[in-house]
């Protein structure tokens, strides 16, 4: 009985220390012996693009997002209704002050004209006959006050239908674009009734709006250039001409208002704008490609490629090892994006391949992968 009692237990450390054995070899010594592998592998070489950073004069700007609007721009309506008899313009063109746009039919304010005009001449002659009358005593002066009267009332009545005639006919205000004519020969049109629409646009005002902290940094006279997506690659000329006198109580913000030559009246009423305002004086910084820059929400980064310590063998061309340098950005401006600390001129920044390398990582450059720039970016 005890001697099988021993066997069992000597079969049960046996089995054990298989068990133990292959335990230590599985989870133990195998991982330990691969990560040794794994640690002895040379490091792959990756291709990257780089930029050097630089040092640039840059001229401070304030940005904003603006509207067109025209200097001057009114709805056409006439004082009183008629039916449009003439209708002297088309529609987009350009009118000088004082030219006809429209003549709504006036025969039925001609023939009250003439029969005021037929009496008024009658009632001075009446007048005339009776006062010389009264200046040889032969009329009394109450009726020469009567007849004046009745004369001085007609002219009145006269002068009141010529005006209302001259309704008849209007005229552009000022030199200006016509837009769409929202009328037709032979339509009746209601006092207020919208003809057209009249606007001023040369020059054109852009009225934008910025921060409450960029306000104190805005004057009169400053140089503006605004760009619109009508027409990628040009830039427009002006100069900022006055601020709003109120703070938006809801956005914090203050409309600026910008005026823009427009001569060969490209710009219209409405459309939207890019616009940038100078500042101060240019001041040196610190830039480098916006593809240089890894954005987290542990904060902005870039790779730096040094001289690699130990390159590998038989690693061909120049090899650099990476390092993370955490940066502080400001503004971009055409591709380029502004360092304010974490760089040094002359780094090399890794701007194609982020996505391939880490703290660590040896790496080529090769300038041919770079990404291209197509459009340009705005300042931020």
Do not use: C
């Not at 006050?145 to 552009?172: E, H, N, P, T, V």
Request: without cysteine.
């Amino acid at each position: 009985m005890i001697r099988r009692f021993l066997y069992l237990i000597l079969a049960t450390v046996i089995l054990g220390g298989l068990a133990g054995g292959l335990y230590y070899y599985a989870f133990i010594f195998k991982p330990k012996m691969i990560a040794g592998f794994i640690a002895s592998t040379p490091k792959p070489v990756e291709t990257v693009s780089a930029a050097e950073v630089k040092t640039e004069s840059w001229q401070p700007q304030i940005s904003g997002i603006g509207t067109l609007v025209a200097t001057d721009g009114i709805d056409i309506t006439p004082q009183i209704g008629g039916v449009v008899q003439k209708i002297q313009f088309d529609s987009g063109q350009k009118v000088k002050k004082g030219d006809l746009l429209v003549e709504l039919d006036h025969d039925t304010a001609d023939a009250t004209l003439r029969s005021l005009e037929a009496q008024l001449t009658n009632a001075q002659s009446d007048l005339d006959r009776r006062q010389g009358l009264a200046d040889k005593g032969l009329a009394p002066r109450t009726e020469i006050d009567q007849l004046r009267s009745q004369r001085d009332s007609l002219k009145a009545q006269a002068d009141q239908a010529k005006a209302l005639i001259d309704q008849k006919f209007i005229y552009a205000p000022w030199d200006g674009t016509v837009g769409l004519r929202a009328i037709s020969l032979g339509s009746y049109v209601a006092p207020g009734q919208k003809i057209v629409w009249l606007q001023k646009t040369d020059p054109i005002y852009a009225d934008f709006t910025v921060t409450e902290a960029d306000y104190g940094r805005i004057k009169d006279g400053q140089p503006v250039a605004a760009t619109f997506n009508a027409y990628p690659g040009d830039t427009f000329s002006g100069t900022v001409k006055t601020t709003d006198s109120k703070m938006s109580d809801s956005t914090r913000m203050i409309t600026v208002r910008a005026t823009l030559g427009n001569a060969d009246g490209r710009l219209l009423p409405g459309m939207y704008a890019n616009v940038l305002v100078d500042v101060g004086s240019p001041e040196q910084v610190m830039t480098v490609p916006q593809t240089a820059v890894v954005f987290s929400l542990y904060g902005d980064n870039v790779f730096v490629a040094v001289p690699a310590k130990s390159p590998p063998a038989g690693a061909t061309g120049k090899v650099y090892d990476i390092e993370r340098h955490f940066v502080k950005v400001g503004p971009v401006r055409n591709g380029q994006i502004s360092i304010v600390s974490g760089l040094k001129t002359g780094d090399q920044v890794v701007t194609t391949g982020q996505n391939k390398i880490d703290q660590g990582s040896m790496v080529t450059i090769d300038n041919s992968v770079a990404l291209k720039i197509t459009e340009p970016n705005t300042i931020q």
